[in-house]
Nanobody
Framework: QVQLVESGGGSVQAGGSLRLSCAAS????????MGWYRQGPDNQRELVAT???????KYGDSVKGRFTISRDNAKNMVYLQMNSLKSEDTAVYYC?????????WGQGTQVTVSS
């Protein structure tokens, strides 16, 4: 059974910071690319950040310079450090694991930024 479990969401003031965590099980974590996506009030799923098995990162334009994705293969964990949060960052954030045709998703964690 593959499981991706997000944690760390919550409510924060604009300008504040939050760190999301995703714990993976049931996969050979080290070979998967990991990512964070979000769905805001418009209900569209948007790329936030990805990190390959080799540590190469990619960010959505709206979060570049503010968010940082990282992974710890020894712990089967991926993180999203979110700084300088804006009200537009309010969304449900989903953890993703991808390898070839395999594509798994977590249940999501709510992030609410008030201004």
């Amino acid at each position: 059974q593959v499981q991706l479990v997000e944690s760390g969401g919550g409510s924060v003031q604009a300008g504040g910071s939050l760190r999301l965590s995703c714990a993976a099980s049931g996969i050979l974590f080290s070979i998967y690319s990991m990512g964070w996506y979000r769905q805001g009030p418009d209900n569209q799923r948007e790329l936030v950040a990805t990190i390959t098995s080799g540590g190469r990162t990619k960010y959505g334009d709206s979060v570049k310079g503010r968010f940082t994705i990282s992974r710890d293969n020894a712990k089967n964990m991926v993180y999203l450090q979110m700084n300088s949060l804006k009200s537009e960052d309010t969304a449900v954030y989903y953890c993703n694991a991808r390898w070839n045709t395999y594509d798994y998703w977590g249940q999501g964690t709510q992030v609410t930024v008030s201004s």
